[in-house]
């Protein structure tokens, strides 16, 4: 009999363990070179929460590089796997020059980091949102040489969106900065959700009182992705992922199609605002709320993380090539008469009008991959389609669930609202 028992032990520590392993929906988490999943927020907003936890938490969310982190938390990124982004603010007010006051900015980063530890520094955060001023730009390019030059890094500075130029000149600031901070990534961001079911051309309403606006946001990608492409550098789109103002909630919806939509352009990496709740004005309801705990929008940030983990193996090698939207086609945007992979592509909505938007990519070898993602934030969408070459399609499966390619047919070939699918034909 207490064989027996002992026996019944093992195999509830055994199943118990594997179903332990069946929950952790991550097969192979992606380096910071291979594509960025990144917070964007100030550390000091954090409170006095309990600081490992915090990180622990941010690892587990599914991001490889951490918000602005001060120097003495460089560790605990490195801890939890975890590259940093790393804040130290320019208090320097002395008449020296640029080039002399960026040195002396560059060493407080390393003395505080600690010169062991800067291997695991990603970026050092430089300036949000820079005007196209000549002096201000002069300053960025001496500072983002000496992160280069000393920390041994890459500079992080984040652009202005296309709706501070409406009246043109926006590739022009783009490629300015690109060119005079030698920037590796264009990083920008466009927050294209109101509380707002009005009527409006390129805005897409849900049944959820609020609404999309399509033009403001894939127009400012096609530009920023035009850069990216005449520079040859990638780029980084920073989505909405708090509630504020007349921002709504975040939910799954407006997650997933921002984050799917990002890679369907061909991204580099994604960011998020914020991972953090401001503690002050009506922000709430980040990944991390305004009483540092987890939200329900966590979740819905780790789901898309862990998504880009998971077909991460396969998108971090492929060549994007065209990108085209059916249904709306907002301003700036192409529609299915561009598709370069593609010879039949049908879309039925479970309920009125498709609507979608198509990333094209192809690998090293010519295989022909598709990108399809579902911009209705209502209804499901099921998918057919035909490659020019290749004849069964499969689908990356981004759920690390089984095995990494599976048949694109039947349920399976339903799309979420918001949520994406990669599929190749062979």
Known sequence: MKKIFIFLIFIIIVAGSAYADSTNRVRERLTPDEFIIMPFSDYWWSGTGEREKYYKDMFDCGFNVTHMCPPNEVLLAKKYKMKAQVYVRQTDNSEDDNKTKAKRWTQKIIDEVGKENMDNVYFVYLQDEPT??????????????????????KPYINLLPIIAYPYGGYDEYLDKLIKECSLEYISYDNYPFVVDNEEKEGWTNSNKNYCFNENSFYGNMEAVKAAADRNKVGFINII??????????????????????????????????????????????????????????????????????????????????????????????????????????????????????????????????????????????????????GKDVYKIDDRGAGNQVTFFYGEGAMVAPGHGVLLFAE
């Open 132 to 153: 196209d001023d000549e002096k201000n730009i002069a300053k960025l390019s001496v500072y983002a040489d000496a992160v280069r030059e000393n920390c041994k890094c």
């Open 240 to 389: 909405q992922s708090v509630e504020a103002f007349n921002w709504p909630e975040p939910d799954d919806y407006i997650i997933h199609v921002q984050g799917w939509s990002t890679l369907a352009y061909g991204a580099k990496g994604l960011c998020y605002y914020t991972y953090q709740t401001p503690d002050f004005g009506d922000y709430r309801n980040a990944p991390y709320d305004e009483y540092n705990m987890k939200s329900p929008t966590w979740r819905y940030v780790a789901h898309m993380n862990y998504a880009i983990h998971n077909i991460g193996a396969i998108y971090k090698n492929l060549k994007h090539i065209n990108v085209f939207h059916v249904g709306y086609v907002p301003k700036g945007c192409k529609d299915l008469s561009s598709a370069v992979n593609i010879k039949n592509l049908s879309l039925k909505s479970v309920k009125g009008e498709a609507n979608a938007v198509v990333g094209e990519f192809v690998d090293k070898d010519g295989k022909q991959y598709a990108m399809i993602v579902n911009k209705n934030p209502n209804y499901s969408v099921e998918v057919s389609i035909e490659f020019k070459k």
